[in-house]
């Protein structure tokens, strides 16, 4: 079964500092790996996907992320925060093995603050 | 293209009581997907329809169920509601990428008193 583990769950930096936010999976097969943000009293949304292409991954708002295989992992990053970013940050994955299984798993969510 | 559309946005329900939930998924969209949202269990998977058949389902019990119409779109229903169930439903369509990302609505949040 997949899993994902997001590594603290509050996670506070400063406006223009780096942003890390981290996370680490479980599958038994080469996953497909997505970041999702949600604001307060908003849906998902997607942030960027993993989907075997490239291991470093651009998504929007200037996120990126980097597929190691090695370390079983799928860190978001951002070089410069901004107040807008501060929101709740989900890892997810999904099997990739073909079939019809699209449920996702997600991590716990990680809410990030960003100080003036 | 409009997005996923979920309603009602809020509703209060008491115990006992049942609530149906409905979604429109992104035009073109034909699987919809439903999760339960809570501080204490996160997000955790409810149920999947495409083409208007149940393809997977999640760990609830029998008082969740949904359903998929010929036009995609969706509802699901909770029958003889409990406190616990309080929570922020969400609605997905997923897109035809081989990755299947999923497109969310902004939820229903439900009360139950």
């Known amino acids: 079964a997949q899993s994902v583990t997001q590594l603290g769950s509050h996670v506070s930096v400063s406006e223009g500092a780096l942003v890390l936010l981290r996370c680490n999976y479980s599958?038994?097969?080469?996953?497909?790996l997505f970041w999702y943000v949600q604001y307060p009293n908003q849906g998902l949304q997607l942030l960027l996907k993993y989907t075997s292409a490239a291991t470093l991954v651009k998504g929007i708002n200037g996120f990126e992320a980097e597929f190691k295989k090695s370390e079983t992992s799928f860190h978001l990053t951002k070089p410069s925060a901004h107040m807008s970013d501060a929101a709740e940050y989900f890892c997810a994955v999904r099997k990739n093995s073909g079939g019809s299984n699209y449920k996702l798993t997600f991590g716990k969510g990680t809410l990030l603050t960003v100080n003036p | 293209k409009a997005g996923v559309t979920q309603t009602p946005r809020y509703l209060i329900k008491t115990r006992g009581q049942q609530v149906t939930l409905s979604c429109s998924p992104i035009?073109?969209?034909?699987?919809v997907s439903w999760y339960q949202q809570t501080p204490g269990q996160g997000l955790q998977f409810l149920f999947e329809?495409?083409?208007?058949?149940?393809?997977n389902k999640g760990n609830f019990p029998g008082r969740f169920s949904g359903r998929q119409f010929s036009n995609s779109r969706s509802e699901m229903n909770v029958s003889t509601l409990e406190l616990g169930d309080s929570a922020l439903y969400l609605c997905a369509s997923r897109g035809a990428g081989t990755a299947g990302e999923l497109f969310f609505g902004e939820g229903s949040r439900l009360t139950v008193l």
């Open positions: 035009s073109g969209h034909r699987s």
């Open positions: 329809y495409f083409s208007e058949t149940q393809r």
């Open positions: 599958s038994s097969v080469p996953p497909y």
